[in-house]
T-cell receptor, first 111, second 113 residues
Framework: KAGVTQTPRYLIKTRGQQVTLSCSPI?????VSWYQQTPGQGLQFLFE???????NKGNFPGRFSGRQFSNSRSEMNVSTLELGDSALYLC??????????FGQGTRLTVV | AQSVTQPDIHITVSEGASLELRCNYS??????LFWYVQSPGQGLQLLLK??????LVQGIKGFEAEFKRSQSSFNLRKPSVHWSDAAEYFC???????????FGQGTRLTINP
């Protein structure tokens, strides 16, 4: 059974640009969550989608947004990139109120 | 508000020695508790979870954890570590299961040969 797939694995962007990250959950999992991991702030919850609806949102500015498609795949978008957005972005999928399975992450570097 | 504290930022143990990583949580209701492991540049791998029932839970790779409600703790243990256990370990608490996980700052484990 394939795990959570995140693409791309690495990205380099310039300040002010926007970026879109993609996440394909485990087959049958309808919930997708996104987390940001930085050395200073650790792992922080961004948002969660279930059946194409955002169900939970973390404390991040509106530049961070996401969506989920009917096949449960999810995308995360960050607009007007700042240097501080450099991080490992992790996607996790769940079947229900059970454990979350994480992908390998997308390493975003903003220069 | 939920919070998780991992008091030890970095721990070094010798190969073959026993290991205990500490985790304390703050949560108003019965928590869902998790331990994840992360190797450099990789995602998080679930080691074990506690939802309810037996307070001693077994996980993968020979790890176990004990939920102690009176101490608000969920410490991770392994009787004998292997060099391949070197990684960063994260304790997490979830509301309504794993909908929104709050993570500790992590404990980096180094293994001496």
């Amino acid at each position: 059974k394939a795990g959570v797939t995140q693409t791309p694995r690495y990205l380099i962007k310039t300040r002010g640009q926007q970026v879109t990250l993609s996440c394909s959950p485990i087959s049958g999992h309808r919930s997708v969550s996104w987390y940001q991991q930085t050395p200073g702030q650790g792992l922080q919850f961004l948002f969660e989608y279930f059946s194409e609806t955002q169900r939970n949102k973390g404390n991040f500015p509106g530049r961070f947004s996401g969506r989920q498609f009917s096949n449960s795949r999810s995308e995360m978008n960050v607009s007007t990139l700042e240097l501080g957005d450099s991080a490992l972005y992790l996607c996790a999928s769940r079947k229900s109120d059970t454990e979350a399975f994480f992908g390998q992450g997308t390493r975003l570097t903003v220069v | 508000a939920q919070s998780v504290t991992q008091p030890d930022i970095h721990i070094t143990v010798s190969e073959g020695a026993s290991l205990e990583l500490r985790c304390n949580y703050s949560y108003g209701a019965t928590p869902y508790l998790f331990w994840y492991v992360q190797s450099p540049g990789q995602g998080l791998q679930l080691l074990l979870k506690y939802f309810s029932g037996d307070t001693l839970v077994q996980g993968i790779k020979g790890f176990e954890a004990e939920f102690k409600r009176s101490q608000s703790s969920f410490n991770l243990r392994k009787p004998s570590v292997h060099w391949s256990d070197a990684a960063e370990y994260f304790c997490a608490v979830g509301a309504q299961g794993a909908q929104k996980l709050v993570f500790g700052q992590g404990t980096r484990l180094t293994i001496n040969p």
